[in-house]
């Protein structure tokens, strides 16, 4: 097991001017899971492929604990990865797609069976192992590949997006299969996903990227109630942080007709004559009064429901969510009342997008 370090790694790919990877600083602890999180293209697969090796380094530096690898071949590195295609030899059985790189390395054949035994044991692939990988479901083979990588006992575990080719019911399953593993071996975990649910679910700690940058890098709950500027606020939970851009008044903003305030320490911080305020769903309360909604969808989720409508804000139509109660949703076409809790509300500059307070 190893520490992770990227110190100021950027990736430039030939032809292009502007970094797939910029200037990435980022310490990863021994035995944490990490999991870099962000829309297609922010560079978190490439991150990933730079510690592996797949990618060069265009500047900046690579170390695992103490070693620097920025220059090594990826056999040398001693990580395993795991894709999201699975990449199995489909004529070797579960057991040896299991050992093979242990079979390259010239490890005995009696410590290779036992090592893929206590993983297959592990995995619950017992019963699977003189199967072909055309015999397993989806789910079984992402865990064949894992299991690969496990039998070999890395340093670092690198994970990319290995969820996304299982239906929903077993991607949540699988998840926690993930997780509750990475515990019990305490291996050190990169493991890159583009769903922001999986990676709140999952990870120690969330890295999340946007155009090559890293934005903010917290833990779930840190990175949910005090995201550090517009992009993680929005990209993180689901449903979406509603966002405002609106003026400044006395004590506070106007939300359409409606007087919201903002604490006064905040409130003291603001040298812009418009902030971006934000606020969360979960934080809106339905009433007799307050801001308009026009309801357009309602979608009920069992124990939770919630509201998608639209709202006069700034003199525009913005849309708006808000959780609503399971037990007596409105309807589609309602006009109902929100009110905004002013402690749960976030601001941030509009002019950087950065936080205030």
Same mark, same amino acid.
């Given at each position: 097991?190893?520490?992770?370090?990227?110190?100021?790694?950027?990736?430039?790919?030939?032809?292009?001017?502007?970094?797939?990877?910029?200037? +990435? !600083?980022?310490? &990863?602890?021994?035995?944490?899971?990490?999991?870099?999180?962000?829309?297609?293209?922010?560079?978190?697969?490439?991150?990933?492929?730079?510690?592996?090796? $797949?990618?060069?380094?265009?500047?900046?530096?690579? +170390?695992?604990?103490?070693?620097?690898?920025?220059?090594?071949?990826?056999?040398?590195? !001693?990580?395993?990865?795991?894709?999201?295609?699975?990449?199995?030899?489909?004529?070797?059985?579960?057991?040896?797609?299991?050992?093979?790189?242990?079979?390259?390395?010239?490890?005995?054949?009696?410590?290779?069976?036992?090592?893929?035994?206590?993983?297959?044991?592990?995995?619950?692939?017992?019963?699977?192992?003189?199967?072909?990988?055309?015999? +397993?479901?989806?789910?079984?083979?992402?865990?064949?590949?894992?299991?690969?990588?496990?039998?070999?006992?890395?340093?670092?575990?690198?994970?990319?997006?290995?969820?996304?080719?299982?239906?929903?019911?077993?991607?949540?399953?699988?998840?926690?299969?993930?997780?509750?593993?990475?515990?019990?071996?305490?291996?050190?975990?990169?493991?890159?996903?583009?769903?922001?649910?999986?990676?709140?679910?999952?990870?120690?700690?969330?890295?999340?990227?946007?155009? *090559? &940058?890293?934005?903010?890098?917290?833990?779930?709950?840190?990175?949910?109630?005090?995201?550090?500027?517009?992009?993680?606020? *929005?990209?993180?939970?689901?449903?979406?942080?509603?966002?405002?851009?609106?003026?400044?008044?006395?004590?506070?903003?106007?939300?359409?007709?409606?007087?919201?305030?903002?604490?006064?320490?905040?409130?003291?911080?603001?040298?812009?004559?418009?902030?971006? +305020?934000?606020?969360?769903?979960?934080?809106?309360?339905?009433?007799?009064? *307050?801001?308009?909604?026009?309801? !357009?969808?309602?979608?009920?989720? *069992?124990?939770?429901?919630?509201?998608?409508?639209?709202?006069?804000?700034?003199?525009?139509?913005?849309? &708006?969510?808000?959780?609503?109660?399971?037990?007596?949703?409105?309807?589609?076409?309602?006009?109902?009342? $929100?009110?905004?809790?002013?402690?749960?509300?976030?601001?941030?500059?509009?002019?950087?997008?950065?936080?205030?307070?």
């Amino acid at each position: 097991m190893a520490s992770v370090t990227f110190d100021k790694t950027t990736c430039l790919f030939p032809g292009s001017n502007t970094p797939a990877v910029d200037a +990435l !600083d980022l310490e &990863i602890e021994d035995g944490e899971f990490l999991v870099l999180v962000g829309p297609s293209g922010c560079g978190k697969s490439t991150s990933l492929r730079m510690l592996a090796g $797949l990618e060069e380094v265009y500047s900046g530096r690579i +170390l695992i604990g103490d070693n620097d690898v920025t220059a090594q071949d990826p056999k040398e590195r !001693d990580i395993a990865m795991v894709f999201q295609n699975y990449a199995l030899y489909p004529h070797m059985s579960v057991a040896e797609n299991m050992g093979f790189a242990l079979k390259l390395a010239k490890i005995p054949k009696t410590e290779i069976r036992e090592r893929v035994t206590e993983v297959a044991k592990m995995l619950d692939l017992g019963q699977y192992l003189d199967r072909k990988p055309k015999a +397993l479901s989806g789910g079984q083979r992402q865990r064949v590949a894992m299991g690969r990588a496990i039998v070999r006992e890395p340093q670092v575990f690198l994970m990319d997006e290995p969820l996304s080719n299982l239906d929903a019911k077993l991607r949540v399953q699988t998840r926690t299969q993930i997780a509750q593993l990475q515990r019990r071996l305490n291996t050190t975990t990169v493991y890159v996903t583009h769903d922001q649910v999986e990676a709140m679910t999952m990870g120690d700690r969330v890295a999340v990227l946007d155009k *090559g &940058i890293l934005q903010q890098c917290a833990s779930p709950r840190a990175l949910y109630n005090r995201p550090a500027n517009v992009f993680v606020a *929005g990209f993180m939970g689901s449903p979406a942080m509603n966002l405002f851009t609106l003026p400044v008044v006395d004590r506070g903003v106007m939300v359409g007709d409606v007087h919201v305030q903002v604490p006064r320490d905040i409130l003291g911080q603001v040298t812009e004559a418009e902030v971006t +305020l934000g606020i969360r769903p979960e934080h809106l309360e339905i009433a007799d009064d *307050g801001l308009a909604v026009d309801v !357009d969808v309602v979608e009920e989720l *069992g124990s939770d429901a919630y509201v998608y409508g639209n709202a006069t804000v700034g003199g525009i139509r913005q849309e &708006i969510v808000a959780r609503s109660d399971w037990r007596t949703p409105p309807q589609k076409g309602d006009r109902l009342h $929100l009110r905004f809790d002013p402690n749960q509300v976030h601001v941030f500059k509009t002019s950087d997008g950065l936080r205030i307070g």
